[in-house]
């Protein structure tokens, strides 16, 4: 089942909240575990709901999973699509500034498809900006996406936010963005979703000497 099926669902039943939480706690053992396995020592990004970001105790919430999970927050990536963000825009910044002085990283998603206010932009508590697919899905043969993606991406570093593209497919969709300045990028060119087993195998076979995960 596609997310975009059953999110909406959880959304509207209000069981986005519990499944928000249980997909945090998953990812951050997971990640612990990795470290620990010397496999990684990477941020696993985990994408947050407005439902959730409303929630009184989220930060308590995130806080608690660190603790039980021991894994330290500059190992903890939370992404929020813009127009989520821009729904209650005062009390998320709060949040997110919170999480941020906390050592989490803190992403916009699906850059450039809602409505961000660039005098919000600039105060929002955020690291890194993701550029919606639909900005890269043409690139390569459309002059109009390509200026907006080259916008963005220059809207991105000059406020010193590191840049993420988006649904890249193709090889020439890489060449096109890494012409105009992107360093850093996601996609299906560079792998399908990969179970927990599979990518622990892959992460293996990258760090051919350490031990095995308990």
Not at 49 to 69: A, C, N, R, W, Y
Not at 180 to 196: A, I, K, R, Y
């Amino acid at each position: 089942i596609m997310p975009n099926n059953f999110i909406p669902i959880a959304e509207q039943t209000g069981l986005i909240v519990p499944i928000g939480e249980w997909v945090l706690r998953s990812a951050c053992a997971q990640n612990k575990a990795w470290i620990e396995a010397g496999l990684a020592q990477f941020r696993v990004a985990v994408n947050i709901s407005l439902h959730q970001v409303q929630q009184p105790d989220f930060v308590s919430i995130v806080e608690q999973v660190l603790g039980e999970t021991k894994l330290h927050p500059r190992f903890l990536e939370l992404e929020i699509t813009e127009t989520a963000m821009m729904q209650d825009i005062d009390h998320t910044r709060k949040v997110l500034g919170q999480l941020k002085d906390m050592g989490i990283t803190i992403t916009i998603d699906d850059f450039g498809m809602g409505y961000t206010s660039l005098s919000y932009l600039k105060e929002l508590p955020c690291q890194s900006l993701k550029v919606d697919r639909y900005f890269v899905k043409d690139l390569v043969v459309n002059s109009y996406d390509r200026a907006i993606a080259t916008a963005l991406l220059a809207l991105g570093k000059g406020l010193n936010l590191s840049v993420v593209a988006e649904g890249i497919e193709t090889e020439e969709q890489r060449q096109c963005l890494r012409s105009l300045g992107c360093e850093e990028g996601q996609g299906f060119f560079f792998s399908t979703p990969l179970s927990v087993d599979d990518l622990t195998k892959l992460l293996k076979q990258a760090n051919p000497t350490c031990p095995p995960l308990k």
